[in-house]
Nanobody, 122 residues
Framework: QVQLVESGGGLVQAGGSLRLSCAAS????????MGWFRQDPGKEREFVAA????????YYADSVKGRVTISRDNAKNTVYLQMNSLKPEETAVYYC???????????????WGQGTQVTVSS
């Protein structure tokens, strides 16, 4: 089992920045591929970014490329999502996710955190 706890959400003005963190724990947490998703009420959950267990491979949704950076510190078992130039339509609950396999982490990951609210005001 892998437990994921997100932090860093909050209220930010349009054009501003936030950095989300996801602390992972569990016996195999450092070997998981990790990802971030977001969901606004009434909408489907949307993939944002993913990173391989080693941190050497990343993958982003087209909508966030150039504005968002995913990174990880395996010594701290933590994954980060740096978001810049935020837009009001990116208001959502942001979820951290993990999976043992790279090909699943961006589609249907096994483990999920509880989410952290990000609100972007116009």
């Amino acid at each position: 089992q892998v437990q994921l706890v997100e932090s860093g959400g909050g209220l930010v003005q349009a054009g501003g920045s936030l950095r989300l963190s996801c602390a992972a724990s569990g016996r195999t947490s450092s070997s998981q591929a990790m990802g971030w998703f977001r969901q606004d009420p009434g909408k489907e959950r949307e993939f944002v970014a993913a990173i391989s267990w080693s941190g050497t491979v990343t993958y982003y949704a087209d909508s966030v490329k150039g504005r968002v950076t995913i990174s990880r510190d395996n010594a701290k078992n933590t994954v980060y999502l740096q978001m810049n130039s935020l837009k009001p339509e990116e208001t959502a609950v942001y979820y951290c996710a993990a999976d043992p396999t790279w090909r699943r982490v961006a589609i249907n990951p096994t483990y999920w955190g509880q989410g952290t609210q990000v609100t972007v005001s116009s």
